[in-house]
């Protein structure tokens, strides 16, 4: 369905826990192939406030409260906030062949870093600058950067919204900006971070 700007129609998914769902009664299996233009005049044009950066959901896994699980195959970062309850967010992770997993934790937190690219992708691209000023437009680590101590990797922000949700990087975890900074406030130095 169509949205417009600053506002949706609040019921647009059709399913939630695989039970059907209507609204003033009428099923949303019908509602979903009715235009927008109908909805507005039955049902009215709905303004929600904008959605946070991230959506509190319920794991069936859990961690200590503070610890960052990245689910690779999910394409999400979650941090726990309490038992089988994070915050989920969608993220860009390694493509075939630079995918990782293992436990590291947070060593540093950056706005807006400058990037040095690492060794393998300077192989695989020999005329990429040694390093990319903070915020230039080619800069792939966006607003901010968590990086991981062990290795050459980090959970940062994007020059390259697009990405988001599939296999890009080269092992780094890509996260939509307004979400990178969001996590930024909410974890520190030391956090422990799990990827799966």
């Known amino acids: 369905m169509q949205d417009f700007p600053g506002c949706h129609l609040l019921f647009t998914s059709p399913v939630i826990n695989n039970q059907d769902l209507s609204v003033l009664g009428v099923p949303m299996k019908f509602l979903r192939f009715v235009g927008p233009a109908l909805l507005i005049w039955v049902f009215g044009l709905q303004c929600a406030p904008a959605a946070r950066a991230a ?5 069936n896994f859990d961690s200590g409260a503070g610890t960052i699980i990245v689910r690779t195959t999910q394409r999400r970062l979650y941090l726990m906030v309490g038992p089988h309850q994070a915050l989920s967010y969608p993220v860009g992770v390694g493509r075939a062949g630079k995918q990782w997993s293992g436990e ?24 990429m600058p040694n390093v990319i ?56 130095v030391g956090t422990r971070v799990i990827v799966q």
């Open 55 to 59: 959506q509190q959901v319920t794991v």
């Open 133 to 188: 000023a903070a915020g230039a437009p080619n800069n792939p680590m966006g607003a901010a950067a968590l990086l991981l101590a062990h290795g050459q990797y980090a959970i940062h922000g994007t020059n390259n919204p697009s990405s988001i949700g599939g296999y890009v990087s080269y092992g780094c975890i890509r996260m939509y900006n307004k979400d990178v900074l969001d996590l930024y406030e909410r974890v520190s």
């Open 104 to 127: 590291s934790f947070i060593y540093s937190k950056r706005l807006k870093p400058a990037w040095s690219p690492p060794d393998e992708i300077k192989r695989d691209k020999p005329s």
